[in-house]
């Protein structure tokens, strides 16, 4: 689908989440950076992103299919994944991620280092590090919306924004630290 910047959606993917698509979902996001100078400095850490979250809904999702949508509105990127997943699962993310999201930076830090040296693998076979990670690459938590979807699923949606910076305006280091909405 062809690259477009303002509130049209840069890309929407619905259906099945296995084979290549993730690797087909990273390459259009590839695309994006390639023809918009402020996503491309921020290319790994968002893809590092993106891919966390495509890993987390083929983990933890109770049907084959994901929405995704990818798109720049204004100063930022906004990356949303939907699936469904067990209620269990959809509550317990959403409470890590809240948790997350209400830290400052130094414990952001402190957590990540803690869970690094101290992490076990879960039941499905994470440790716990991918929103840790994202919190501190992008600077600022994914946000993570649930819905009852039936007695023993909830709808997932998982959300990253990321502050884009025109690269000619650009003054120092700071200028790409990403925040939320």
Known sequence: MPSTIGTTPTLRYHGMLQGEVSVRLLDMLEAMARSDDRLRPRFRKI???LLELLDN???HGVRDNVDVCMHVLDDRFICSITNNALNIDALRLKRKADRIGRMAPTELRAAYVHRLANGRLGRNG???LGILRMARQLGSCPTIEVEPAGPL???CTSTIRCILVDPSKASGPTALVGTSL
Request: no cysteine; proline share 0%.
């Open 47 to 49: 893809a590092g992103a």
């Open 57 to 59: 809904a083929q983990r």
């Open 126 to 128: 994470g440790a716990g």
């Open 153 to 155: 699923e909830h709808r």
